[in-house]
């Protein structure tokens, strides 16, 4: 990275890297209607995004799911989202409750194998739906309010 002085000891970082970064958002079916659960923040880890997509893949990972598009049936804020980052978004995809459970072990596994704490299982996996982890909802289906029946994880990338 160069650091570059400026005027007023100002100082200017320039990465000679890009990097890529990932835009999640949850939705959740509740009463039969996709809504929009929430937009977490997910630090840049290309072994996430190697796992859920095959994205900067230079793990040898085997993704959870190879890149599907977005869903026909968006809710109207991450078909917003989607739409406002326009030709920079790319990548784009989703995974289904099953996949999401499959994500959760990755992430447990891998942060058990490095003693370490993951950002997403920290801030997006055990943010608790009501009670319990996203994955819980099929692990743990009587935990679950009745009028959950769903959950999604929509995403694209950026450079």
């Known amino acids: 990275m160069a650091v570059r002085k400026l005027s ?20 959740v079916k509740l009463n039969g209607n996709w809504e929009h659960w929430s937009n977490p923040n997910i630090d840049r880890d290309y072994r996430l995004f190697a796992v859920m997509a095959g994205v900067r893949n230079n793990y040898k990972i085997i993704p959870i799911s190879e890149p599907k598009g977005l869903p026909n049936d968006l809710t109207r804020t991450t078909q917003y989202a989607s739409d406002y980052a326009g030709v920079d978004g790319h990548t784009h995809s989703w995974l289904n409750l099953k996949e999401i459970v499959k994500l959760e072990k990755y992430v447990q596994r ?49 450079n």
């Not at 743990?140 to 929509?154: G, H, L």
Request: proline share 3%; glycine share 8%; net charge negative.
């Open 110 to 158: 891998i942060a058990n194998k490095e003693n370490r704490w993951y950002d997403l299982e920290a801030h997006v996996l055990h943010s608790y739906l009501l009670g319990n982890s996203f994955g819980g909802i099929e692990t743990y289906p009587e935990d679950r309010p009745k009028e959950i029946t769903d959950v999604r994880f929509i995403f694209w990338f950026d």
């Open 8 to 27: 007023g000891g100002l100082y200017l970082r320039k990465d000679r890297k890009m990097g890529c970064d990932i835009h999640l958002h949850i939705e």
